[in-house]
């Protein structure tokens, strides 16, 4: 059974920095897109970065530049270290994967910001709140 955690979320100020955790377990898949999202109040659920299998990687305009997402196999865990925060990052964070990208018709750099729904794995999402 496929499970993911997240961990690592909290309550910073403006400028800040965090580190969030994704501890995955229940698969062997070689080849994976992995991808970390998130959904604010009353908004759309927005995807922020994805890192596939084979260690490339791919960001959300809005967080280029101040986010990096990495993997860390030997622990199974996939990170997402957010700098310089602001208070528009503020929201719940999920780490998704997706075991299938392989098969998928495009990479997973490119549909992973408008097919959410090809991520057949969710966390249960970590809280970030930033303030001014």
């Known amino acids: 059974q496929v499970q993911l955690v997240e961990s690592g979320g909290g309550s910073v100020q403006s400028g800040g920095s965090l580190r969030l955790s994704c501890a995955a377990s229940?698969?062997?898949?070689?080849?994976?897109?992995m991808g970390w999202f998130r959904q604010a109040p009353g908004k759309e659920r927005e995807a922020v970065a994805a890192?596939?299998?084979?260690?490339?990687?791919s960001y959300a305009d809005s967080v280029k530049g101040r986010f990096t997402i990495s993997q860390d196999n030997a622990k199974n865990t996939l990170y997402l270290q957010m700098n310089s925060l602001k208070p528009e990052d503020t929201a719940m964070y999920y780490c998704?994967?997706?075991?299938?990208?392989?098969?998928?018709?495009?990479?997973?750099?490119?549909?992973?910001?408008?097919?959410?729904?090809?991520?057949?794995?969710w966390g249960q999402g970590t809280q970030v709140t930033v303030s001014s």
């Open positions: 998704a994967a997706d075991l299938m990208s392989r098969y998928r018709p495009s990479r997973c750099g490119y549909y992973y910001k408008s097919r959410p729904d090809y991520f057949g794995y």
């Open positions: 229940g698969y062997t898949y070689s080849s994976y897109c």
């Open positions: 890192i596939v299998s084979d260690g490339s990687t």
